[in-house]
């Protein structure tokens, strides 16, 4: 594990420990974070904890011809009155994320230095959010970032609702052309939708 200066750089992510942690520190401007995705390497940390980066593996993500959308979740994206969009309120998104409760989580890792680094990125085209509307009120969504080389890395979602947020997210996917979308670290939630374990050296040469 490395112990990170103000220079932008990451150790080799195969130097991870067995949970995946890789290195400590740094900062999270939009320079080091790019970096940091473009190498398959994301944050991840408490409110109390200094900043931690992470590269598990294996890499928990979904490929979108894989992905599975059950008969009764058919019925709803059919019946349902949610409306989809894309990027029409990114910083609603990432708030009500911040704000949702996790089991096992007291706080949260979206803290307000991530709130601000995430707004710059999406300022900037590489942050994507999904909303999902019922009767003009934003009840669920996700966001997560998009480097432009057919990998959607998957940060966070909520929801207020039931099914809103797995609304979202089918629909996000079944209306683009990504290959991969990272999932970072398995949830049973994604894994019912189809997400699957591969190997970090596989993923990497996605990015």
């Known amino acids: 594990m490395q112990f990170l200066g103000p220079e932008i750089v990451f150790p080799d ?6 949970e995946g ?3 400590i520190g740094g900062d999270l401007s939009v320079e080091r974070l790019l970096l940091a995705y473009r190498m398959g390497i994301f944050p991840w940390f ?6 931690l980066w992470w590269s598990p593996d294996p890499r928990f993500v979904l490929f979108p011809n894989k992905l599975k959308v059950s008969k009764s979740m058919k019925q709803v994206l059919r019946n349902s009155d949610f ?6 309120e990114f ?13 096992g989580q007291s706080g949260t890792w979206i803290t307000n230095d991530m709130l601000e680094a995430y707004y710059q990125m999406h300022n900037m085209g590489y942050a994507k959010s999904v909303e999902v509307w019922l009767k003009s009120e934003l009840v669920g969504g996700l966001y997560g970032i998009d480097l432009g080389n057919g990998v959607f890395c998957g940060e966070s979602m909520f ?35 189809g997400a699957e374990d591969i190997q970090r ?3 990497l040469k996605y990015l």
């Open 46 to 51: 408490n409110e109390d904890e200094p900043i």
């Open 83 to 88: 409306e989809v969009t894309v990027n029409r």
């Open 159 to 193: 929801s207020k609702v039931s099914n809103a947020s797995k609304v979202g997210f089918i629909t996000f996917i079944q209306n683009t052309d990504y290959k991969l979308i990272d999932c970072q670290v398995y949830t049973s939630h994604l894994a019912s939708l």
């Open 21 to 23: 942690l890789l290195a």
């Open 201 to 203: 050296k596989r993923f």
């Open 91 to 103: 910083k609603q998104v990432i708030t009500e994320c911040s704000r949702a409760k996790r089991n």
């Open 13 to 18: 992510p195969s130097l991870a420990d067995a």
